[in-house]
Nanobody
Framework: QVQLVESGGGLVQAGGSLRLSCAAS????????IGWFRQAPGKEREFVTA????????RYADSVKGRFTISRDNAKNTVYLQMTSLKPEDTAVYYC????????????????WGQGTQVTVSS
């Protein structure tokens, strides 16, 4: 049974930092690209960032470029999302997802999803 478990969310002031983790089990982790998506109340789920299955390539939404960094540790079956200079508009539930040998921007194409972790940025 495949599981993706996000952790590290919370409440932070604008300008602060958080690090999210996505721990995977039940799959050959090194075969999967991992994406982070977020969804704010009343809004559609949006792409944040993704990393290739080997880890050598990454993609970022323009809104987070330069502030967020994605990385992975295949030995620990874990992907990290370091978020800095957080803004109130970053407030959302953050989800990680796994995509077999891909790491695209379209959430529909991802095979497995975590339950999400809430990030709230106060002004």
């Amino acid at each position: 049974q495949v599981q993706l478990v996000e952790s590290g969310g919370g409440l932070v002031q604008a300008g602060g930092s958080l690090r999210l983790s996505c721990a995977a089990s039940g799959l050959t982790f090194s075969n999967y690209g991992i994406g982070w998506f977020r969804q704010a109340p009343g809004k559609e789920r949006e792409f944040v960032t993704a990393i290739s299955w080997i880890g050598g390539s990454t993609r970022y939404a323009d809104s987070v470029k330069g502030r967020f960094t994605i990385s992975r540790d295949n030995a620990k079956n874990t992907v990290y999302l370091q978020m800095t200079s957080l803004k109130p508009e970053d407030t959302a539930v953050y989800y990680c997802a796994a995509d077999l040998r891909s790491y695209g921007l379209d959430h529909v194409k991802y095979d497995y999803w975590g339950q999400g972790t809430q990030v709230t940025v106060s002004s």
